[in-house]
């Protein structure tokens, strides 16, 4: 089966610009998370979607954070305006339901705000 | 609020020999405990999942064990080679909620 698709790989902005990350989960895969990794931590979860519901979203910088996940498939990530300390690796996963098992991760989107 | 914390932070080993990496979690009731492989630049690869109900689970020259009682887990590694080289993730998970993740264990196989 085809894995979890992100885009683009990487992205260089300036602080205070925005940028935008696209996630194509798992065909089936109702269960969809963004995950931020600074370097040289752990993933720290952002949002998690069920189908087209967010189920958690409680460590979403929501004054400059947003995601949707429309028709419960594809989902995208922006951050608007982007700030240093947001210069991380943006991984998104997806599962077959909203219980943890077997997650299968994307290949990650690279930001780097300059 | 689940904290998930893996010790040591790095580890160097020569090819050959057998290592245990640790983790531990501050909540005892998971659903499940799952470790994870991270290349340089890449993305996450499961590695073990281990049930709440299980002790253990085996996949290859990998080993890992689950003790909830003591909130604890370890990957064993038998006979490392240089391509075991990587940053190993150890994550939770409680009914219903999304993997919390510790900070990682950086191996360094040497040969």
């Known amino acids: 089966e085809a894995g979890v698709a992100q885009s683009p790989r990487y992205k260089i902005i300036e602080k205070r610009q925005s940028v935008a990350f696209w996630c194509n989960p798992i065909s089936g895969h109702a269960t969809l998370y963004w995950y931020q990794q600074i370097l040289g931590q752990g993933p720290k979860l952002l949002i998690q979607?069920?189908?087209?519901?967010?189920?958690?979203d409680s460590q979403l910088p929501k004054d400059r954070f947003s995601a949707e996940r429309l028709k419960g498939v594809d989902s995208t990530l922006k951050i608007q305006p982007a700030k240093l300390e947001d210069s991380a690796v943006y991984l998104c996963a997806s599962s077959v339901t909203d219980v943890a098992y077997g997650y299968t991760f994307g290949s990650g989107t690279r930001l780097t705000v300059v | 609020k689940q904290e998930v914390t893996q010790i040591p932070a790095a580890l160097s080993v020569p090819e050959g020999e057998n290592l245990v990496l640790n983790c531990s979690f501050t909540d005892s009731a998971i659903y499940n405990l799952q470790w994870f492989r991270q290349d340089p630049g890449k993305g996450l690869t499961s590695l073990l999942l281990i049930q709440s109900s299980q002790r253990e689970q085996t996949s290859g020259r990998l080993n890992a064990s689950l003790d909830k009682s003591s909130g604890r887990s370890t990957l064993y590694i038998a006979a490392s080679q240089p391509g075991d080289s990587a940053t190993y993730l150890c994550a939770s998970a409680g009914a219903g909620t999304a993997l919390i993740f510790g900070k990682g264990t950086t191996l360094s196989v040497s040969s």
């Open positions: 979607f069920q189908n087209n519901g967010v189920v958690d």
